[in-house]
């Protein structure tokens, strides 16, 4: 299994579209095989700040589903959620390989 750590900068004053934007990145990592772990956005004081944790089973699962960005007109659609409302400043993404509890 392999997690993607995003790490967004967003305009605060822009929630709402990131919420909706969010929403719609959660649907289409579920429909397209992985897991989406939810999106952490800021709570209290001032931040612009916010993350998002998915999973797929691998990195040739992922890489089959980031063919489809900017060709899927549901990928196409999504990002202009983003690109239209500039509620995403920047972003950085980081791939990690979960540990996780032991269910005996």
Avoid: Q
Avoid at 25 to 44: C, D, K, Q, R, S
Avoid at 66 to 74: A, N, S, T, V
Wanted: proline share 5%; glycine share 6%.
């Amino acid at each position: 299994m392999i997690t993607c750590v995003v790490e967004y900068t967003i305009d605060a004053a822009k929630i709402d579209s990131f919420e909706r934007f969010a929403e719609r990145w959660m649907t289409l990592v579920e429909e397209h095989g992985g897991t989406h772990h939810g999106y952490f956005l800021p709570a209290e004081g001032a931040s612009d700040k916010a993350l998002a944790l998915f999973s797929f089973p691998s990195l040739a699962a992922y890489e089959r589903y980031r063919e489809l960005f900017g060709r899927h007109p549901d990928f196409v659609a999504a990002d202009r959620i983003r690109d239209d409302s500039g509620c995403v400043l920047r972003y950085e993404r980081t791939f990690m390989r979960p540990l996780l509890p032991r269910r005996d």
